[in-house]
């Protein structure tokens, strides 16, 4: 049987925004990032790019996207400096704009003193800079990232998200695939969160945080009876929108935060339930993906 690996999608990205597809592997988010860049043809429906249809016109399309995809795709046998001037030159520029647009780039992505070492001698976080740096050579109208950082260790990723902050403050309009709730929360404007193919929310990340109904999320690790314990806690803690227990995991969604840590303790104790760990927080993207799919987003 044909699974649809997205089914129903219909979304609009305003000129400057940073617009975020967020999920869990399979979601559908990469194929979604696949016809907005013409690299999957689909089955059904339309899509445009800069008002232009991936079907019918996609070299067109290709010209006014950037496209930074998970894999790394560049050219082994060119230097740093050479990777950068020769896309240019793929893409129509002139020797003279294409060099200047390449030390321009290698200085805004702190790659300059790289410019001439093979692409080899770059850390992956360096090698990610310099395809997005790539990406944006010919001033796309619109900059596709297919999990731009994964795979990269923290400082790393910091340094990209601070990169693609700036190029939104320029105007670049950015579409984003992810499955790091932070990272959406960080750098979209706006999220689409997506399982099997569908869009169950769309708002700003701030809106869907409010969505839950909850100002607190609290987590308990306990050594036996979670299920009965969440009960409880339902029962003699005020304002629990909601329980979820996972193995040894009991968490709440809550609204207010009075005294929640020793009131919880006292419940625990109360049941005969050993507390092992406790944490509290604010409801994140996290969050939401569990109200609305059961199941957290690295599942």
Known sequence: MDVPAVDRLDLA?????????????????????????????????????????VVRH??????????????????????????????????GMGGPASRARADELLESFSLSKWAKASVYALSGGMAQRLMVARAIFHR??????????????????????EMLEELNREGQTVVLTTHYMEEADQLCDRVAIMDHGHVL????????K????????????????GERLAAALARELEGVVSTRVAGDVVTLQVR????????????????????????????????????????ELRE
Not at 24 to 51: E, Q
């Open 58 to 91: 996609p070299a067109l399309v290709k010209q006014v996207s950037g496209i930074v995809s998970q894999q790394n795709t560049l050219d082994r046998q060119l230097s740093v400096w050479e990777n950068l001037y020769f896309h240019g030159r793929l893409f």
């Open 210 to 225: 409010r969505s839950t109904g909850a100002d607190t999320i609290v987590t308990v690790k306990v050594d036996r009876d």
């Open 201 to 208: 929310a769309l708002d700003t990340p701030d809106a869907l």
């Open 256 to 295: 207010g935060t009075e005294r929640l840590v020793p009131r919880t303790v006292d419940v625990a104790e109360g049941e005969g339930v050993g507390v092992l760990d406790l944490a509290v927080a604010e409801p994140s993207l996290e969050t939401v993906f569990i109200n609305l799919t059961g199941k």
């Open 140 to 161: 796309p109208a619109v900059l596709f990232l297919d999990e731009p950082t994964a795979g990269l260790d923290p400082q790393s990723r910091l340094a990209l998200w």
């Open 13 to 53: 990205v305003s000129a400057g925004e940073v617009f975020g597809l967020l999920g869990p592997n399979g979601a559908g988010k990469t194929t979604t990032a696949g016809i907005l860049t013409t690299r999957v043809v689909p089955s059904a429906g339309r899509a445009f790019v800069a008002g232009i249809d």
